[in-house]
């Protein structure tokens, strides 16, 4: 054996030693990962990502992966020449685009996310909200107000839903199988109908149901940053409040951390803790739950 040989042996070893606690410390718990974003569209990311949800099964954790699509579903919908009607900014989803929303996360996407957890030597099974009834949603609506007049309008979003009732039944036979669910979040209401939830609220609701021990939410952005663009290791809610109230959370972020406080829940049941993770490093997942120092924003109580 060589010297290089010999030395790169006692690394790898002197990583898994470091990684060996927190293995220990995740085996038997169930960990939601919510994933979208760059790392989706992105082949090495992608393929970084089945990797690391294939070894926490190994490890004994149990992943459920859920997943969005939105720019996959804005260009089916182009490539089908279906126009998206916006109202106030916000896409409306017409009878025609639920169609198309549904033929794309719960058909081509899931489907890919499966096959290629699968091709990491873990059994990995597509899903989606429909499935045995296990989220049911209501119509959701938006609120806004006019500027002019300064009343509040209610915007009509068609068939989007947010999720009213979990039945954790069918993921519980499929995690106690040592399969992995995969979940597009598509879902029945109670009209009957087929609506498009939001995949980060949807996490939310599934992570909760099943009093997952982590959320993990894959973003375009290292986590929450300070007011001089550091990342803030972690928060409690009570610190997440006060940084939405003084702007240091702000856009896009604002909706993300509400989500990750609602999964929480109250003391005695919900999620233990919600990270938001760099979806942009590879092998983000591992790095987060197998390192000390993890790889974003950990939000607790």
């Known amino acids: 054996m060589t010297e290089v040989s010999a030395n790169k042996g006692q690394l790898e070893a002197a990583i898994l030693a470091q990684a060996l606690p927190y293995m220990q410390r995740h085996a038997g718990k169930k960990i939601v ?3 979208g974003g760059h790392a989706m569209g992105d082949t ?7 990797q690391d949800v294939a070894m926490l099964n190994q490890a004994g954790v149990h992943p459920i992966v859920v997943h969005g699509g939105g720019p996959q579903i804005g260009a089916m919908l182009e490539r089908m020449n279906i126009k998206s ?7 409306v989803t017409d009878a025609e685009t639920v169609e198309v929303v549904e033929m794309v996360l719960a058909g081509s996407i899931n489907k890919q996310i499966v096959a290629s957890i699968n091709a990491e030597g873990a059994r990995a099974v597509g899903l989606c909200g429909k499935d045995g009834n296990m989220v049911l949603v209501e119509k959701a609506t938006r609120k806004t107000v006019d500027p002019d007049s300064n009343i509040e309008k209610v915007i009509d979003l068609g068939f989007v839903g947010e999720p009213k009732k979990v039945d954790r039944a069918v993921l519980d036979m499929v995690i106690e ?4 669910p995969v979940i597009a979040p598509v879902c029945f209401g109670d009209d009957g109908n087929t609506y498009n939830v939001n995949a980060d609220t949807f996490a939310g609701a599934i992570a909760e149901a099943l009093d997952a ?3 993990l939410f894959l973003t375009d952005v290292p986590g929450v940053l300070d007011g001089n663009g ?15 109230d003084d702007g240091t959370i702000n856009g896009g972020m604002i909706p993300k951390v509400e989500t990750c406080i609602a999964a929480l829940g109250e003391a005695d049941s919900g999620v233990e803790g919600v990270v938001i993770v760099n979806g942009k490093e590879p092998h983000a ?7 000390e120092h993890g790889a974003g924003t950990f939000i607790k109580r």
Request: hydrophobic share 45%; glycine share 8%.
């Open 33 to 35: 990962i919510k994933y």
């Open 44 to 50: 090495e990311l992608g393929q970084a990502f089945c």
């Open 85 to 91: 009607e916006f109202r106030d900014g916000l896409r």
């Open 177 to 180: 199988s040592g399969l992995i």
């Open 213 to 215: 021990s982590r959320l």
């Open 230 to 244: 550091q990342l803030i290791k972690e928060l409690t809610v009570g610190d997440a409040y006060k940084l939405i």
């Open 285 to 291: 997942v591992l790095l987060e739950l197998f390192t």
